[in-house]
T-cell receptor
Framework: QKEVEQNSGPLSVPEGAIASLNCTYS??????FFWYRQYSGKSPELIMS????GDKEDGRFTAQLNKASQYVSLLIRDSQPSDSATYLC???????????FGTGTRLTIIP | ETGVTQTPRHLVMGMTNKKSLKCEQH?????MYWYKQSAKKPLELMFV???????ENNSVPSRFSPECPNSSHLFLHLHTLQPEDSALYLC??????????????FGEGSRLTVL
């Protein structure tokens, strides 16, 4: 079982719609969860972090965490073509303080 | 210069060559990292340096040799590489070596091709 699992996509979403990106993780003691965005040919950049169950909103982005289900998601409202990128889910393993990344989901926003 | 800079951006080398990748961070961070990014694979952590001391070596083959002369600079020395080592090598830094905030600042990467 992969430690952090994401659907690789590609996920195509019409402009203006909600894009929903999902991530599951295997280590129950994980405490911190992050979403990185990586544009083609560029390096990853942190866009969201979440530490407790529930929703966290930042502009058009909402991170959702459910520790019981070991599930974290990222919603992007009013999707824009500039949101087209690969989104990497990352989980901090509290035992060894390492970030474990998923393979990423490639998102394409269709104008 | 700001952020994390890496050179060279692209590198082609034969299996018998010796080359080095360079990383410099201008953020005053305490930890620096080398990651390998291959197609359809998760980012793989290779090495971690915290306050210039290596704290992680993730079972990386000895043909990769890191060097951290000070808290701002990180090198990855390469020798007798294999074609499967072709990948994007990303350098990153963080203020918090424990990564509690999870915030890594990445360089633009060095795209390595081994012939």
């Amino acid at each position: 079982q992969k430690e952090v699992e994401q659907n690789s996509g590609p996920l195509s979403v019409p402009e203006g719609a909600i894009a929903s990106l999902n991530c599951t993780y295997s280590d129950r003691v994980s405490q911190s969860f992050f979403w990185y965005r990586q544009y083609s040919g560029k390096s990853p950049e942190l866009i969201m972090s979440i530490y407790s169950n529930g929703d966290k909103e930042d502009g058009r982005f909402t991170a959702q965490l459910n520790k019981a289900s070991q599930y974290v998601s990222l919603l992007i409202r009013d999707s824009q073509p500039s949101d087209s990128a690969t989104y990497l889910c990352a989980v901090n393993n509290a035992r060894n303080e390492k970030l474990t990344f998923g393979t990423g989901t490639r998102l394409t926003i269709i104008p | 210069e700001t952020g994390v800079t890496q050179t060279p951006r692209h590198l082609v080398m034969g299996m018998t060559n010796k080359k080095s990748l360079k990383c410099e961070q201008h953020l005053g961070h305490n930890a620096m990292y080398w990651y390998k990014q291959s197609a359809k694979k998760p980012l793989e952590l290779m090495f971690v340096y915290s306050l210039e001391e290596r704290v992680e070596n993730n079972s990386v083959p000895s043909r990769f040799s890191p060097e951290c002369p000070n808290s701002s600079h990180l090198f990855l020395h390469l020798h007798t590489l294999q074609p499967e080592d072709s990948a994007l090598y990303l350098c990153a830094s963080s203020q918090d070596p424990g990564l509690n905030t999870g915030e890594l600042f990445f360089g633009e990467g060095s795209r390595l091709t081994v012939l």
